[in-house]
């Protein structure tokens, strides 16, 4: 009887003591008669010990707890990592990005891309980048609040604040998922593993293809709206779908150091997606998605609208500490009421290797844009860029990376950023 019971009663102070420490100043009280009631357990539980093997009372220990059950050690394990991942406030669960960087160019009269509170045609400077608060909070088992507010550095050290995500979400079950609000859109892969703290990403920056609108980027990166997801049945093969329809009013900053915004000034969209997750092989997944909407492009005057199509196929592997992107895109403008077509060809791939702390990272990007449609700014524009990233801990990474960049129109850009990022 007492070896049944003493490990139940060192779980039983195992799990008051965990619950101890996240418990509030109100319910100090009630966890100390808790506690004074396992011990007072263990106690008589070593009385019958003693009793029954002949050993006095008060050589057996009173006051050690018992080594945890094989299924109590694993969910002591996962609440510790949750803790990692997420705080607790109230209820409201968050967690916080954040990031300090030094970007060089070779070419002070060829600015690039210049955004994150980087001065165009500056040899070099720091800045902050994006500050990202990552917020959610259940209303019921399957209600939820998600939101997602960033503080952004803009020109002259200004700051604005953004809200990226705004989500109400409602899991029906595995097959059905809702989310209402506000979202990154699903294009893709990239844009919906890797949300706005550069932390989650091995690169300092995202590819210019998967750049958030707002930063310069070409594809509609956000939208109000309704998504649903979920799994289809088919065995192994781990089929899932992703639909939206939403509003997506897509403004950009030129990329050409112009100063110029192109406002596309969007209809409303519909995006559907599938990919595969096979069970034989974790960490695969291949899928691809389709996007249409209507936009206006003020060069062909301010009423002209023009049909938007974004086809998207990707294989990304990541597991094993082996990271390999690769995603391919198609951007087609057709000008309403002409025979005038525009086809914007893309394509990023990406790999990256864990040793340890260090994970050295090769990435290569191609953007064929048509000089004579919406990104003009754009053109031809591609290159390597390489580097590694190191992780100090599990809360602070330094990353640094080299670009070299080559344009149809104007001298080859080079660059080098060193990114000092951090989670809290």
């Known amino acids: 009887m007492a070896h049944i019971h003493k490990p139940l009663l060192g779980l039983l102070l195992f799990a008051t003591t965990a619950f101890g420490q996240d418990a509030g100043s109100s319910d100090q009280e009630t966890i100390r008669l808790l506690v004074q009631q396992v011990k007072e357990l263990q106690q008589q539980v070593a009385a019958l010990q003693a009793k029954s093997s002949g050993t006095p009372a008060s050589a057996a220990p009173l006051s050690q707890p018992a080594e945890p059950q094989p299924d109590a050690a694993a969910r002591a394990a996962e609440l510790a990592e949750a803790s990692l991942i997420m705080h607790e406030v109230h209820g409201i669960q968050w967690r916080g990005f954040g990031e300090v960087d030094y970007k060089v160019l070779d070419q002070r009269n060829q600015p690039g891309l210049g955004t994150f509170g980087f001065v165009p045609g500056s040899a070099g400077n720091f800045f902050t980048g994006d500050f990202d608060l990552f917020l959610s909070s259940k209303i019921n088992d399957k209600a939820s609040v998600l939101s997602e ?3 952004g550095e803009g020109d ?3 700051f604005n604040v953004d809200l990226e995500r705004l989500l109400l979400k409602y899991e029906y079950d595995d097959h059905l998922k809702l989310s209402f609000g506000r979202y990154h859109t699903a294009i893709g892969y990239y844009n919906t593993a890797f949300h706005s703290g550069r932390w989650l990403q ?5 590819p210019l293809i998967m750049e958030f609108a707002a930063e310069g980027g070409i594809l509609p990166t956000q939208a109000v709206g309704v998504q649903a997801e979920g799994l289809i049945p088919s065995g192994k093969l781990g089929l899932q779908y992703i639909l939206e329809y939403g509003s997506s009013d897509t403004v950009r900053p030129d990329i050409d150091g112009s100063g110029e915004i192109d406002d596309e000034n969007n209809g409303n969209h519909i995006n559907l997606g599938f990919y595969f997750r096979p069970d ?3 960490g695969l997944q291949v899928g691809g998605s389709i996007y249409h909407d209507k936009i206006s492009d003020i060069d062909f005057g301010p009423t002209a609208r023009m049909s938007q199509s974004i086809g998207n196929a990707h294989v990304v592997y990541v597991a094993h500490g082996v990271e390999f992107l690769n995603e391919g895109f198609l951007i087609r403008h057709a000008l309403e009421h002409s025979n005038l077509v525009f086809n914007n060809p893309a394509f990023y791939s990406q790999f990256s290797k864990r040793f340890g702390r260090i994970r050295p990272f090769f990435r290569y990007q191609y953007i064929n844009a048509n000089q004579k449609g919406s990104f003009e700014d754009v053109g031809l524009y591609y290159g390597p860029s390489f580097g590694a ?8 990474a330094f990353k640094t990376q080299l670009d ?3 344009r149809k129109t104007r001298p080859d850009l ?5 990114q000092l990022a951090f989670t809290f």
Do not use: C, E, S
């Open 149 to 151: 507010i960033v503080i």
């Open 156 to 158: 002259a050290q200004t």
């Open 202 to 206: 091995t690169t300092v920056n995202r």
């Open 280 to 282: 034989p092989v974790p």
């Open 389 to 396: 990233r190191y992780d100090f801990d599990d809360n602070i």
């Open 404 to 406: 070299h960049t080559a």
């Open 414 to 418: 080079n660059g080098l950023q060193m």
